[in-house]
């Protein structure tokens, strides 16, 4: 599902049998975890294909049954973490794009949920309020840049799906939330590793990308996270074509981190439509 997302977002149409037959294996093993149902909604919603709704609608409905009392997502079983609501999120953004309907109280739960995986915010040199997100939010919670990233876009997701439906306390929250972990990354971005984590490299660069595009910020601070995180991958391009650095690349192969570098670098959150 990730593959074929970046394969469209890159340009491949639809309709090109690469497209069509990496569908039909989905439609032959449906999705029964986070991840995968996140990235098969990306996906397919990408295709823009009416046959298709249907379909899209039916995993909307499961990733909402999936969501826990405090908001967030687990793969569904387990402890909940902010590396899988931030899956689901994206999937049911793309879902509801197509006109699938979203319960109001799910982005209510999940912009109240991602809230607790903040740190509690710490004064920068300047004395503007920083806060990072973290993965769980056991204490102490520790921010990172990939889950700082995440946070920052699933709340900039939730604005989106609440803009006229929520209160002025949620709304202030919120804000202020998003306010701090802008400043979090503007005080700790590199785009050569995942700020105060290492690996998750690849995953974290693409975090980057939907985190500034959602943002519709240029600039983290005074970087420029696109021409910088650009400028990185192309270097970084090895002779197949594919990307990956071991071991900050972590568990993840070559396929997933070659998607996720075509993803950033094609601004795919808020890119072009896919060509028919």
């Keep these: 599902a990730l593959a074929l997302y ?33 990235c098969q909604m990306l996906a397919v919603a990408e295709a823009k294909d009416l046959v298709h709704l249907p379909w899209l609608e039916e995993m909307a409905a499961d990733m909402g049954s999936w969501q826990l009392r405090g908001g967030m997502w687990a793969y ?37 949920g991602v809230m607790t995986y903040q740190e509690k915010r710490n004064l920068s040199s300047s004395g ?62 590199t785009v050569h590793s995942n700020p105060k984590k290492g690996d998750q490299h690849y995953y974290y660069l693409y975090g980057l990308e939907r985190a500034g595009s959602l943002l519709e910020a240029s600039m983290f601070g005074y970087r420029d996270w696109y021409w910088e995180g650009a400028a990185f991958l192309v270097g970084k391009q090895g002779d197949n074509g594919d990307w990956y650095d071991y071991p900050s690349s972590g568990s993840q192969g070559r396929e997933i981190t070659t998607c996720f570098a075509l993803l950033f670098l094609n601004r795919a959150t808020l890119g072009p439509s896919t060509r028919q």
């Design 128 to 189: 503007t309020p920083a806060a990072g997100f973290a993965y769980r939010n056991g204490l102490p919670i520790n921010g990172t840049g990939s889950m700082t990233t995440s946070g920052l876009a699933v709340l900039e997701i939730c604005q989106d799906a609440l803009e006229g439906k929520m209160g002025d306390n949620l709304r202030g929250r919120m804000n202020r939330s998003r306010e701090m972990g802008k400043e979090w990354m503007a005080r700790n971005f």
């Design 6 to 38: 970046a394969l469209m977002k890159s340009g491949l149409p639809s309709k090109h049998p690469v497209i069509q037959k990496g569908f039909s294996f989905l439609k032959s093993s449906p999705a029964v975890k986070t991840y995968s149902l996140g």
């Design 76 to 112: 569904p079983e387990g402890t909940p973490d902010l590396s899988c609501t931030q899956y689901a999120a994206f999937g049911l953004r793309a879902a509801a794009k197509r006109g699938i309907h979203i319960p109001t109280y799910l982005w209510e739960k999940l912009a109240k």
